[in-house]
């Protein structure tokens, strides 16, 4: 965490979340992104046990029950900390939703992430949407009703599959992503290698929720 | 959060849903996706003499994109090609009030009219 100056005391901080000299709790710095809130490096990989283990460590230092003999302000940073804490938690917590916070902390310094729409998945999604359509407004119980309910059975399970293998990518991917921040090269080849797995996460995150929508639609209406 | 009326009517009722055949003559179109949401987009227009006689649109996803994406095939009815690349998501942000998390949804309607425009384009210069 950066240095930063005790609120109370105006000493300069050097443990994490509370002041050494008057063990007064300090507020989570702004421009600190969720991975700094919670101790960890911007990785992509986690232990999700350590993860678990600091959030209740860091939840109970902040716990409200705590502050309740505390000063006005001290109770409102510790409620503040304990509130940013719990969003940081959730959002690191889940893999996809940690590479996508993790795109959007990058985004700055890499342009153009926004992926251009691959028309042929479009065309797939709209076509079994109507197919999905077709089926809803049938008699379900008829012949052609059946062959339907059969045809997005197919379909289903096919999506399934191709969300696991997109997310068998994006661990292959989060992993490169990983060793090439250990590295910490400033070569351009690395940057350009930084850019080219950023872009490709991008894209496999948003095709993902593409087919996600549509397998949730698919489980809605034939269970 | 609630919706305004206007999305609600649009949601509800939704105009010109449907589709044209794509191969069809003087057929543009246009499909786009939003990444943050998985919604899907797809608008067409017909055109003769360089003016939208039809419009059409199948959106799949939240109240808001449906809203704009009618609205938008309402509005490109009867526009010529060059007033239809005028079409600004502000306008239709301001036509729905639509809150600043729906925002998106706008630009996705705005991004499916110039698909559109630029397949009808591009169809027609092969020709």
Known sequence: MARSMCWHCQSEVAGEYFCERCVKVQPVSKDADYFTCLGFPRRLTIDLGMLEAKFYELSRAFHPDFYQNKS?????????????????????????????????????????????????????????????????????????????RAQLQTEQTALERRKREMEEQLQHLFRQWDELQDKGEATSAARADRERLLKQMREILSNRTYVKNIVSDLVATIG | MAYSDKVVDHFNNPRNMGSFKKEEDGVGTGMVGAPECGDVMKLQIKVQNDTIVDAKFKTFGCGSAIASSSLATEWLKGKTLEEAQKIKNTDIVQELNLPPVKIHCSVLAEDAIKAALADYQKKSETK
Do not use: H, M
């Open chain 1, 72 to 148: 006005e302000t001290e109770q409102a940073i510790s409620l503040s900390n304990a509130a940013t804490l719990n969003t940081a938690y959730r959002t690191l917590r889940d893999p996809i939703q940690r590479a996508e916070y993790l795109l959007d902390l990058e985004a700055g310094a890499v342009k153009e992430i926004r992926s251009s729409p691959p028309a042929d998945l479009f065309e797939e999604i709209l076509e079994l949407q109507d197919t999905l359509e077709e089926y809803r407004a049938s008699d379900q119980s008829s012949d052609a009703g059946k062959q339907l």
